[in-house]
């Protein structure tokens, strides 16, 4: 463990914050308190490769071969150092005391990992053996690999256990998907990605907002974005977890990315709700 004067903060997710190979912890800003992660990529390979992301050293790829018992130990003693050890007190701040979700998240395309859903299906163990089955177990993905049968298994299981899905929609045009996300898809194929990961597991679309080159989104942008939501049938979502880039980009394009300030998200935000989706906002 690190000095008990060092202190988590939801601007730092260092994924080497304590010494394990799958495991870290974060304070959250999009769940409120201490998220159990999950790293199934510590090769740093994803599939995609966003602007914003704040892995270093990123590059193509999968997720690699699992060393499953490890995983079992260290999340199983972290959780159990997190309810009965000094972690909190020591590297938390007051207000964040509380666990409020295990995701699946860390640097790549999580569902890229070749045994996934047993890896979901002992996670889910392990957090009601701790007495933390109130706990949602959640998965942020790109969503690029929902099509795979293994997958959707993997998803039925999650949702089984009370989890739920984050599902990365950043922009609604190919263009603007290749240029915010480094990949070449087509926006109704991922669509129906979307609408099946909704048909299978609780979803809600994670979307980073930012200027690019000092140009906020603009409204075609935006009905771009929506027209994506609507083919995947706005009814089945949960909502939108709206956010911008509060922590530094490792990628070249990130001399491109600005802030937005508060209010613009929050009026994004009142945009969205017009349409009758539920949205939470993160600056």
Not at 32 to 57: E, M, T
Request: charged share 20%.
């Amino acid at each position: 463990m690190n000095s008990p004067r060092q202190m988590l903060t939801v601007t730092d997710h260092n994924r080497s914050f304590i010494d394990m190979t799958y495991v870290y912890p974060v304070v959250s800003r999009r769940a409120g308190g201490v998220s159990v992660g999950i790293n199934l990529n510590p090769n740093n390979a994803c599939n995609w490769h966003c602007a914003y992301c704040q892995v270093p050293g990123l590059v193509r790829g999968a997720a690699p071969e699992i060393d499953l018992p490890l995983l079992e130990r260290e999340l199983a003693g972290f959780l159990d150092e997190l309810i009965h050890g000094g972690f909190m007190e020591e590297h938390v701040p007051p207000e964040a005391r509380v666990i409020r979700d295990i995701a699946f998240s860390g640097n790549g395309e999580p569902t890229g990992c070749r045994n996934f859903g047993e890896i979901v299906e002992r996670v889910v163990t392990i957090r009601d053996t701790a007495g933390l089955s109130e706990v949602p177990i959640r998965l942020i993905t790109n969503g690029s690999l929902v099509s795979r049968p293994e997958v959707q298994d993997a998803l039925k299981a999650l949702s089984r256990a009370g989890g739920e899905v984050w599902f990365k929609v950043d922009g609604g045009t190919q263009e603007d998907i290749a240029r915010i996300n480094g990949v070449d898809i087509k926006p109704q194929a991922h669509a129906h990605r979307l609408a099946l990961c909704a048909s299978l597991c609780p979803t809600w679309v994670q979307t980073c907002l930012f200027r690019w080159d000092g140009a906020s989104p603009t409204q075609a942008f935006m009905d771009a974005y929506m027209d994506i939501l609507k083919t995947a049938g706005t009814a089945s979502l949960k909502g939108i977890l709206l956010y911008g880039v509060a922590r530094p980009s490792f990628q070249p394009e990130a001399v491109h990315l600005q802030r937005l300030s508060p209010e613009e998200l929050e009026a994004i935000a009142t945009r969205l709700r017009d349409e009758g989706l539920a949205v939470a906002v993160s600056p």
